[in-house]
Structures are given as C-alpha cells and as structure tokens.
C-alpha cells in the first residue's frame, strides 16, 4: 500500500481497493492496526467511515510497517433469508510512492539469481530443502544491506550460495517516497515450498 492512498482516506473502501460494500448488511465493528516492529497501535471504528484516531493512526504509519484491518459485519443470507455474521481480514505493508528497482526489472532479477544461485543447487538438495527466506534491505544508495536469513534451507552450503547471490547484486534504483526523497525498502526473496 503506498502512502499517498492512506493520506487521502475516509473510508475503507478507500484503503481496500475491492471492499465488499455491496455485501455488507451491518456493521458490528471495524478495527485497524498498524505493527511496527513488536509494537502494536490499534484504533476502533464501527463502520466504514473512518474516525478520527484512524486516520491518524493510518498517516502514522511509516515505511515497512503492517496495516492490518479487521472488520466483523453481518450480511443478508438469501437462501435462508437470515442474517449472517463474518469476518474480512486484510494486511497490507507500506511501501514507497516509487518502489525500490532491481536494474532492468523484476525479469531480469529473477535471470540474475537463477543464473548466480537457483542453476547451482544440485536438483537433491533443492528438492529436500525447507523454504528460505532471505529480508533485505535496498538502502537511499540503492545498495543491498542487512541481508539475513528469516528462515534457512537447512543446508549450509546452499545458505551460503542463497545469501551471496543476494549480497553481489547490482546497484537497485532506490525507493522515493511522496516527497521525492530517496529512502530504505525492505524486501523478501523466498525459495523452496513450491516457488522462487
């Protein structure tokens, strides 16, 4: 979610591109919540118009935090012609306006490691490893930092072969945000479990 969209919000049909208004026979609450490291804000609605502590609360919000928003409604059930409680849970992260780029785009980054890490794992050890997961971050210079493993392969060798690749890449065209000021993005690269 970018950080323009939450300046302008009053609702949450303008935070949540397809929220289900035409769904929605009632509201029973509305809740927001920012995470922010281990730190949770939490601010109460009890409809799709936000408050006043929500929109504060949303204009918070910094680069890399979580936006979580809970909404319990109820909803006309026409088979039965009653009425039905549920639940939308939705997460979204706070990016940058113009997001971090990897030189020449996200084809050319998936080339790059499938050429420098992805076609050096034996298919063995490929096929028996747990899902990696690498966080970095693309500093205001376009560089990689803080690369570190959130979850690892379980193969020492095949870490090693992951982490470099993701410390040798070229230069990223950095993050800017709204005000046209260069600043740190976070990112994930994750491998096994069925994807890259």
């Known amino acids: 979610m970018k950080e323009q969209?939450?300046?302008?919000?009053?609702?949450?049909?303008?935070?949540?591109?397809?929220?289900?208004?035409?769904?929605?026979?009632?509201?029973?609450?509305?809740?927001?919540?920012?995470?922010?490291?281990?730190?949770?804000?939490?601010?109460?609605?009890?409809?799709?118009?936000?408050?006043?502590?929500?929109?504060?609360?949303?204009?918070?919000a910094e680069l890399g935090d979580e936006i979580i928003i809970d909404v319990?409604?109820?909803?006309?059930?026409f088979i039965t012609q009653g009425v039905d409680m549920?639940?939308?849970?939705y997460t979204?992260?706070?990016?940058?306006?113009?997001?971090?780029?990897?030189?020449?785009g996200l084809e050319l980054m998936t080339a790059y490691l499938k050429e420098n890490a992805m076609r050096k794992i034996p298919d063995s050890i490929f096929k028996e490893f747990q899902q990696v997961i690498i966080r970095f971050t693309i500093d205001e210079h376009g560089e990689i930092a803080k690369a570190r493993f959130a979850?690892?392969?379980?193969?020492?060798?095949?870490?090693?072969?992951?982490?470099?690749?993701?410390?040798?890449?070229?230069?990223?065209r950095p993050a800017v945000n709204a005000d046209g000021v260069k600043?740190?993005?976070?990112?994930?690269f994750s491998v096994g479990g069925g994807g890259c």
């Open 72 to 77: 319990a409604y109820t909803s006309k059930n």
């Open 5 to 60: 969209k939450l300046e302008k919000a009053h609702t949450l049909s303008d935070v949540i591109d397809v929220y289900p208004v035409s769904w929605i026979a009632g509201y029973i609450s509305a809740g927001i919540s920012i995470i922010t490291g281990d730190q949770v804000v939490q601010a109460m609605g009890i409809n799709d118009t936000l408050t006043t502590a929500q929109k504060e609360l949303l204009k918070s």
């Open 86 to 89: 549920h639940t939308l849970h």
């Open 92 to 104: 979204a992260t706070l990016v940058p306006e113009h997001e971090a780029e990897f030189p020449g």
């Open 183 to 188: 600043v740190k993005q976070e990112f994930e």
């Open 151 to 172: 979850a690892t392969s379980g193969d020492p060798k095949t870490d090693e072969l992951l982490l470099n690749a993701i410390n040798r890449m070229p230069k990223w």
